[in-house]
Nanobody, 118 residues
Framework: EVQLVESGGGLVQPGGSLRLSCAAS????????MKWVRQAPGKGLELVSS????????HYADSVKGRFTISRDNAKNTLYLQMDSLKAEDTAVYYC???????????RGKGTLVTVSS
C-alpha cells in the first residue's frame, strides 16, 4: 500500500522558515518523480515544486522560486521542502504527491497545514 505522510507544518511569522518532510512507503520511492502541491483556503490545487527521481533537478512555481527548495533522500525514502522567507500567501495545506505530471494526484498524503501569520 502506498503511504505518504507529511510533517513539519505549523504556524510561522512572515519572513520565517519551515521544513516539510514526507515519509514514503509501499513503493520504490527512488524511481519516482515527486512533487509538492498546496491548496490555500478557498482555492484550488497549486503545483509548488517537483523533483526528479535522482534528486538532481527541481522545478518551482514562480510564486515560490528563490524561496523554496525541494530535495529528497532516497536512502531514507523521504521528500523535503525547505520554505524560507514565508509570506501570508503561502498559507495552505501542503501535500506530498507521487508522480511527475501536475494533474496526477492519485497518490498523495493527507497534507500538513502551514499558516503564515503575525
Amino acid at each position: 500500500e502506498v503511504q505518504l505522510v507529511e510533517s513539519g507544518g505549523g504556524l510561522v511569522q512572515p519572513g520565517g522558515s519551515l521544513r516539510l518532510s514526507c515519509a514514503a512507503s509501499g513503493f520504490p520511492f527512488s524511481i519516482f518523480n515527486m512533487k509538492w502541491v498546496r491548496q490555500a483556503p478557498g482555492k484550488g490545487l497549486e503545483l509548488v515544486s517537483s523533483i526528479n527521481s535522482g534528486g538532481s533537478s527541481g522545478h518551482y512555481a514562480d510564486s515560490v522560486k528563490g524561496r523554496f527548495t525541494i530535495s529528497r533522500d532516497n536512502a531514507k525514502n523521504t521528500l523535503y521542502l525547505q520554505m524560507d522567507s514565508l509570506k501570508a500567501e503561502d498559507t495552505a495545506v501542503y501535500y506530498c504527491v507521487r508522480g511527475a505530471l501536475p494533474s496526477d494526484m492519485t497518490y498523495r498524503g493527507k497534507g500538513t497545514l502551514v499558516t503564515v501569520s503575525s
